[in-house]
């Protein structure tokens, strides 16, 4: 939704600079390609890896556990009588829920999982974004736009490709690559 805003909002600054025959500066930007270079990046997304292996292990655990509960149940109920049947059945379901508990609670939408991965990332992002501000203000942007993630373009010419010029304000990039 915040997205479709932007894009009407750009849409309207298009469509203004046209009447007043104002120019735009735009810059774009790669921020996949930007913290695929930082160094410390690396590290988050590997201690970030490793703790969802970790719940996804424990989560295939539990999914175990559940099947052979199930097949001993299946290849025993007609041996149970209904108070055992109910019992059984109620375990199983007891497991179930505490499955589902714990991924919403690790992996959900607002899980462990993704509370972590913002505050470990967001000094990175936020070192991001003040380079991508130096970068727009010292060459007269007016915009710059993230190609990366769920942004699409179709065609953007390289000339308005600024991710180098933040890599460089971050000093990621060796003065011999210039």
Known sequence: MIRLFFFIGLSVVFCSSVVFGQSQKIGIVDSDRILE???EYEGIEQRLSL?????EEELERMDQEIEKLQEEFDSREVLYTDEMRDEQLARIERIRQAR???LQEKLGPDGEYFQRQKEILEP???QVFNA???VASREGYDFVIDRAQDTRFLYADPEWDVTELVLEELGLLEEASR
């Open 132 to 134: 991508v501000q130096q």
């Open 51 to 55: 703790l969802r292996e970790s719940w």
């Open 100 to 102: 589902e508990q714990f």
């Open 124 to 126: 990175v992002q936020r």
């Open 37 to 39: 270079n930082m160094p």
